[in-house]
């Protein structure tokens, strides 16, 4: 892979602003992959990754069309530390090598950066295969406010999820930017903007 590629991962807490960075630094020029999108494109109907899923956790886990019922297994693995880590096994394995086939045919173009947005990058020990680390924060109430009032989440349910996680300080701590969304979108956007501009000036 050519050495002037910059490969560039935003990461963050869940509910703490990665999508909305992501998409301004696309809106900005960017090319950007959401690891999100291909971990459900890894595990859709008729994929080798449903399959080893099925395998794991039981046919439960499927809808009447035999999709994969996500809030079915997520039910599943926030209770149970091990059957999340079964899950993580299997799913994010195919979502790296998918990220990995995206740098590959970026380089392969005009591309200097792309970015990749990877809400488990620390906790998967993956951070070594990035040039640059960009982690999207905000305060620990608001992230649980944004679970509960935005995304309809029990107290409860939300307090899984974000326990399941890396603790936001200690992403902050390794990031090589850090962008504040615990303000206003115009604050959130302009450091965005700020960041892109250094970025661009590493290309």
Partial sequence: ??????????TGGIATGKSHCLARFAALGAPVVDADELAHAAVAPGTAGLAAIVARFGSSILNADRSLDRDALASLVFADAKARRDLEQIVHPLVY??????????????????????????????EGDFDVVIVAACRAEQQLDRLIHRRGYSETDARRRIEAQAPIETKIARADYVVDTSGSVERTDAQVGDVWRKLTERR
């Fill in 1 to 10: 892979m050519p050495a002037a590629l910059i490969r560039v991962a935003l």
């Fill in 97 to 126: 090598a998918a990220i990995e086939r995206w740098f590959v045919d970026l380089a392969a173009g005009t591309a200097s950066l792309g970015i990749a947005d990877i809400p488990l990058l620390f906790e998967t020990k993956r």
